[in-house]
Nanobody, 125 residues
Framework: QVQLVESGGGLVQAGGSLRLSCTAS????????MGWFRQAPGKTRQFVAA????????YYADSVKGRFTISGDVAIITVYLQMNSLKPEDTAVYSC??????????????????WGQGTQVTVSS
């Protein structure tokens, strides 16, 4: 059974940093793209960042480009999201997910099939 567990969320002041972690099990993640998404209150879920199965390709939403960095540790099957220069508009529940198809790089939400429970990130002004 595939399981994704996020951690690292919390409350931080604007301009601060947080690092989110997503530990995965139940699938050979070395062949699947992993992504981070977020959902703010009253808004639809949106793509944040993705990393390919080999770790050599990443993609970011324009709103986080230059501030967030996605990385992965294949050995322990963990994906990280380093978030710097946080803004109040980054406040949301952040969830990691794994792509539906192996060896397929995507940022489309409907191409991801397993999701973690999410971790709350709150940025105060």
């Amino acid at each position: 059974q595939v399981q994704l567990v996020e951690s690292g969320g919390g409350l931080v002041q604007a301009g601060g940093s947080l690092r989110l972690s997503c530990t995965a099990s139940g699938r050979t993640f070395s062949t699947y793209t992993m992504g981070w998404f977020r959902q703010a209150p009253g808004k639809t879920r949106q793509f944040v960042a993705a990393i390919s199965w080999s770790g050599d390709r990443t993609y970011y939403a324009d709103s986080v480009k230059g501030r967030f960095t996605i990385s992965g540790d294949v050995a322990i099957i963990t994906v990280y999201l380093q978030m710097n220069s946080l803004k109040p508009e980054d406040t949301a529940v952040y969830s990691c997910a794994t792509a539906r198809r192996p060896y397929y790089f995507t940022n489309r939400e409907d191409e991801y099939d397993y999701w973690g429970q999410g971790t709350q990130v709150t940025v105060s002004s």
